[in-house]
């Protein structure tokens, strides 16, 4: 019997998509309800592995070749720095992604914005010291990538009278300088590779106003942690919001900032945006295995 690897470590085993999935084909779900690494995706691939429902675990040219009749790598989120996509299409392996979560990651980025402005997570301890905050109404907000998500925070925010800068290197809008020197705001939904890898970092924090905020939802190693946190620490922008790190669970030294938020990354982490997800997954792994 074929076999198709859940790698993904929340992909839920009694999905309804699952359903007809389950008739002709054996399931193997990731147990350790963790991000697997390579050893341990090794361990789990064979020679009867005809798709891969992927999360955020690399998937790599060693675990591809491990599954010789491998057919589909369909991941269960948005982009695909994870995948060694060229390699996978090499061996004629189909690879998709979702756009569903779109919606749920927007809404999460505008309640990150809404809370660094009103100081929402600064009453620690019981302690009733009420904090003076900021209006999002009139504030300039760049958006670097404007894909699903990018657009979908703009058109979140229209609603609150925001005005925009947006860098997209596939599109004429303004210069990557532009979003940098003049946003208020500063949201990043782009994919990580070697073009995107730290291009927030020293040089970036030191060009923008001291007032910014910077919002990370998209990948964790699009933002330089040590040159955020030396920015934070200088007082060169006025606060953070990340979803997403290097290093997760994340366990480093930003946590130390009232001006910081972080969360567990929880940007597609809604009921809404998970059972659309996991059926769009299901379809696309369908589609590629036809």
């Known amino acids: 019997m074929a076999t198709i690897l859940i790698s993904s470590r929340s992909f839920d085993k009694e999905s309804s998509s699952l359903r007809a999935l389950k008739i002709n084909n054996h399931i193997i779900f990731n147990e350790a309800k963790k991000k697997l690494t390579e050893p341990e995706m090794l361990t789990l691939v064979n020679d009867d592995v005809i798709g891969i429902v992927a999360g955020t675990e690399t998937i790599t040219k060693p675990i591809i070749d491990s599954c010789p009749n491998l057919k589909v790598i369909s991941r269960y989120g948005v982009g695909l720095d994870n995948v060694d996509v060229s390699y996978a299409k090499s061996k004629n392996i189909k690879v998709y992604a979702t756009s569903s979560p779109a919606t749920s990651v927007a809404e999460l980025t505008v309640t990150l914005i809404l809370c660094l402005l009103r100081k929402i997570t600064q009453m620690n301890n019981h302690c009733w010291k009420p904090m003076m905050g900021n209006d999002l109404k009139g504030k300039k907000v760049g958006i670097i990538g404007y894909g699903h998500i990018g657009m979908k925070v703009a058109e979140l925010l229209d609603n609150f009278g925001c005005s925009y800068y947006i860098y997209d290197p596939r599109y004429e809008f303004e210069t990557f300088e532009e979003v940098i020197t003049k946003s208020d705001i500063i949201t990043l939904h782009v994919p990580l590779n070697?073009?995107?890898?730290?291009m927030i970092s020293k040089e970036q924090f030191a060009k923008m106003k001291?007032?910014?905020?910077?919002?990370?939802?998209?990948?964790?190693?699009?933002?330089?942690?040590?040159?955020?946190?030396?920015?934070?620490?200088?007082?060169?922008?006025a606060g953070a919001a990340l979803d997403v790190y290097e290093t997760e669970p994340y366990s480093g030294k930003l946590i130390e900032f009232d001006n910081v938020i972080l969360t567990p990354h929880i940007g597609s982490y809604t009921y809404e945006a998970r059972e659309a997800m996991e059926k769009e997954t299901i379809d696309n792994l369908v589609e590629g295995l036809k």
Not at 194 to 198: D, G, P, Y
């Open 210 to 237: 001291p007032n910014a905020m910077v919002i990370n939802t998209s990948r964790g190693g699009v933002v330089d942690e040590y040159a955020l946190y030396r920015a934070l620490e200088k007082k060169q922008i």
């Open 194 to 198: 070697e073009q995107t890898k730290h």
